[in-house]
């Protein structure tokens, strides 16, 4: 019918001079109406979306960053161009970017391109329903080979040496995509992501520690299902280049069937479960959801030698190992030492606030007190001259790793120059630590003890009033926050009924710069955070007595570990250069965010 309308009025002009009518009698067409610039920023939202869909795109999957023209390809480390990278900001994420435009502008074009990077990301998930940091759609053999080569050299990346055939929970991995299934599913019911959904959610169950893992029950490990055959063992540190009275090596074995805290791994997991729970009534979840904030709060570890000390690592182990028993700070990655972890109990700090407010149950509180008191206490501050004995700590005020019981600092180093050489090991020497992994952290205790004084004064009709409005409690199936990467991370406040997630203020000046930026009025680019060395081989495994790589992101040439541009080892054939302008996806999701906002903001 549109159609028909459409041929009429254009026809109409001709019809009248046919009957008789003379040129005066033919109104002059008005003018086209000026674009406004929200007119603009959606046209800009468009050619950048349709260009990173249709020509930056593997088959709608995404690594991170990309030369203008596509002969380079990096994710966390450099990829093949049949690859696709999970973790954030890779094809999740730039699948979440794509719905938030169709939600902020209806155009089809923008499901059409979420849809073909959501069909990527359903076709990378694993047969146990969770997704690897990496897939490559050439097959796995490829993969295989991939890690074979190029992972297995990146020195400082262990998740890569190894290829475990399974998925991982590790930086929000599994987290994201599942929330994009989830997401994509509730937009048109399509069966393809119900699908997805469903596995997702099953691998997140299946993967948790049941009520026989005593301590553990609730938690969950690094990855899933375990493969005890997926750790290669890496070159045992040298004694003779160790200084005295350091300590090397992975303290606790296989990582991965620990519970994990590391990168808000339990959070994440239990924010999925909830958005299940809101928008698919899945209520069958509450108890998971439960068992793991459980879990946290219990895994809180006291010093017996040392009641002061009161927080937690980054792994604990999952049962008695050694004489260890289950529930104990774990040693995990070679510059990860068994310790307390001063940002993860910050962030589980943080996460039982939320469990909390989810809940309206004070036990999640009951011991934060102790945790807040350790992160103030004396002798893990980093000393007032820190940026003198080490610029890499400049500006952080506590140590990262806390020796268990003395309640000392312990700072991460290495020796050698690529894997095959080298070793990272640990002491108490504040100088010359490694600089990818930075043993200092910026800890807000003032805000930390503001947030519990406050949540702690609450009376129990404050506290019913607001778990009324729980997402665990929702009596009927509720819509998610309009936007996921427009405007930043969706947390557990958001999801509260009622609750508003308000984009930010966007000036028009702001908006005509991003559109102006766009290349070729496409794409837009920007300096590459990190290069890499191409893979050429096994590196030597002569040992190397130099200091050269001891605190840069990358070891010798044969080094695949990315490191900045204009930081490089003060050494041949290293030099230091300005960073590349690459397509980049934290870039491109930044600058869509801005639009999005703009064209339709959320008040």
């Known amino acids: 019918m549109k159609r028909r309308l459409f041929a009429i009025s254009v026809l109409s002009p001709l019809a009248l001079a046919a009957c008789g009518g003379g040129d005066d009698d033919v109104a002059t067409p008005a003018p086209p109406a000026p674009a406004t610039p929200q007119a603009d920023a959606a046209a800009a939202l468009k050619r950048a979306a349709s260009y990173m869909d249709e ?42 970017t794509y719905l938030d435009a169709y939600h902020a502008t209806t ?13 990527a990301v359903a076709a990378a998930q694993h047969s146990s329903g969770g997704w690897n940091y990496i897939y490559d759609f050439a097959g796995e053999e490829s993969l295989k080979h991939w890690y074979e080569t190029i992972g297995m050299n990146g020195w400082r990346l262990e998740e890569f040496q190894h290829y475990y055939g399974n998925a991982t929970f590790d930086d929000a991995t599994t987290a994201v995509a599942a929330q994009l299934m989830l997401r994509m ?60 009275g350091a300590r090397a ?63 937690w690592s980054l792994q604990h182990l ?13 040693g995990a990655r070679s510059y990860e030492p068994r310790s307390l972890a001063t940002h993860t109990t910050q962030t589980n700090i943080q996460q039982l606030f939320g469990y909390f407010t989810l809940t309206g149950d004070k036990k999640y509180l009951s011991q934060l007190q102790k945790a807040i008191n350790w992160l103030k206490s004396p002798s893990i501050q980093l000393p007032a001259n820190v940026a003198t004995l080490n610029p890499l700590l ?71 009033a607001m778990v009324a409005k729980s997402p665990l409690k929702a009596a009927t199936a509720r819509a998610l926050p309009k936007y996921f990467t427009a405007i930043r991370e969706v947390d557990f406040p958001d999801l509260f009924e009622g609750a508003v997630m308000k984009t930010p203020v966007v000036p028009e000046t702001e908006v005509k ?91």
């Not at 239990?270 to 729970?277: H, N, P, S």
């Not at 190992?321 to 104990?328: E, I, K, V």
């Not at 495994?541 to 003060?570: F, I, K, L, M, N």
Request: proline share 8%.
């Open 318 to 330: 999952s049962r008695e190992t050694n004489g260890r028993p289950a529930g104990a700070p774990a």
């Open 55 to 96: 020509v930056v795109s593997y088959k709608g999957g995404y690594v991170w960053s990309y030369s203008p023209d596509l002969t380079q390809t990096f994710g966390e480390m450099e990829a093949k161009r049949t690859m696709l990278w999970l973790q954030p900001p890779g094809t999740s994420s730039v699948g979440h």
């Open 185 to 244: 599913y509730l937009e048109k019911k399509d069966p393809v992501y119900l699908a997805a959904t469903e596995k997702a959610i099953k691998f997140v169950v299946d993967a948790q520690f049941g009520p026989q893992f005593g301590m553990a029950d609730g938690g969950w490990p690094q990855r899933f299902p375990h493969n005890p055959n997926a750790i290669t063992s890496m070159p045992l540190p040298n004694a003779a280049q160790l200084p005295a």
């Open 394 to 464: 400049a500006g952080r005020n506590v140590a990262t790793f806390i020796e268990l019981d003395t309640n000392e600092p312990l700072y991460i180093h290495r020796y050698g120059s690529n894997i095959h050489n080298g070793a990272y090991f640990f002491n108490k020497d504040i100088t010359n630590t490694i600089s990818h992994y930075s043993s200092g952290r910026t800890v807000d205790t003032a805000a930390l003890q503001k947030r519990l004084d406050e949540l702690n004064a609450m009376t129990q009709a404050q506290i019913d």
């Open 513 to 603: 710069t991003i559109v102006a930026s766009l290349v070729e009025g496409k794409y837009w680019t920007a300096p590459v955070p990190e290069i890499v060395n191409p893979y050429r081989g096994n590196g030597p495994a002569t040992p190397y007595t130099g200091t050269a790589y001891q605190s840069r992101h990358v070891g010798d040439v044969y080094d695949t570990s990315p490191y900045p541009a204009d930081v490089p080892p003060e050494i041949e054939p290293y030099v230091k250069r300005e960073k590349p302008q690459f397509i980049t996806t934290s870039n491109f999701i930044a600058r869509m965010g801005r639009l999005i906002s703009f064209v339709s903001p959320v008040a």
């Open 249 to 311: 090596g992975m303290e606790d074995g296989d990582y991965t069937l620990h519970v994990t805290f590391n990168d808000d791994v339990m959070g994440e997991n239990i924010k999925f479960l909830t958005m299940c729970v809101l928008t698919l009534g899945r209520k069958d979840l509450v108890p998971n959801i439960i068992r793991a904030m459980d879990c946290m709060q219990r895994m809180q570890w006291t010093s017996s030698a040392n009641p002061l000390q009161s927080g």
């Open 107 to 119: 155009d089809e074009r923008f499901y059409q391109a979420s849809d073909r990077t959501g069909k």
